[in-house]
Antibody, heavy 120, light 110 residues
């Protein structure tokens, strides 16, 4: 079964850090481009960033609000995607979803999401 | 303010056809393909349409979409109660070098 399972969410103070993980199974993770999307409570979807497959360079792109604070990485040996979040702000409070990325905004497999709350 | 503009709400009765619009600009919809997502309450989004008008396997053919210039639209025919959900459009934006989403349209089946 094709599956993505996020973990690592929780409550963190402003200025703090958190690392999210996304465990993949049921498909060839190493060949996949992967993306993080977030959704603030009661709000719409927001693209966070993506990482290409190593075969396509393994490069990353980020949305302006998180650039310089968030880092996306992958460990293909563990079929796991990561999102390192530093200097967290209250406006980063959201459910964070990992997805597979067909490119150009087509995200076809989604995890269930993990909640991040940034509050003092 | 979302880069892509969708109406905040839409509604229809069972069996009706409804359309949801998505307006962008030259740097996103005007230059790249459009994708649509359905998000049922309390669940993760689901890819409904990719590459302007392609349905992933498992998506009923009641769902269709089109694109013209810097706008796109999603059509749902034979509306069913289980179609009540939030719908989002998305596209790559060449100027922002990232994916942009519409603000979402809440579809109510009356």
């Amino acid at each position: 079964e094709v599956q993505l399972v996020e973990s690592g969410g929780g409550l963190v103070k402003p200025g703090g850090s958190l690392r999210l993980s996304c465990a993949a199974s049921g498909f060839t993770f190493g060949n996949a481009w992967m993306t993080w999307v977030r959704q603030a409570p009661g709000k719409g979807l927001e693209w966070v960033g993506r990482i290409k497959s190593k075969a396509d360079g393994g490069t990353t792109d980020y949305a302006a609000p998180v650039k310089g604070r968030f880092t996306i990485s992958r460990d293909d040996s563990k079929n796991t995607l990561y999102l390192q979040m530093n200097s967290l702000k209250t406006e980063d409070t959201a459910v964070y979803f990992c997805t597979t990325d067909r490119a150009l905004g087509a995200f076809d497999i989604w995890g269930q999401g993990t909640m991040v709350i940034v509050s003092s | 303010q979302s880069v892509l503009t969708q109406p905040p709400s839409a509604s229809g009765t069972p069996g009706q056809r409804v359309t949801i619009s998505c307006s962008g600009s030259r740097s996103n919809i005007g230059s790249n393909t459009v994708n649509w997502y359905q998000q049922l309450p309390g669940t993760a989004p689901r890819l409904l349409i990719y590459s302007n008008n392609q349905r992933p396997s498992g998506v009923p053919d009641r769902f269709s979409a089109s694109k013209s210039g810097t706008s796109a639209s999603l059509a749902i025919s034979g509306l069913q109660s289980e179609d009540e959900a939030d719908y989002y459009c998305a596209a790559w934006d060449d100027s922002l070098n990232g994916v942009v989403f519409g603000g979402g349209t809440k579809l109510t089946v009356l």
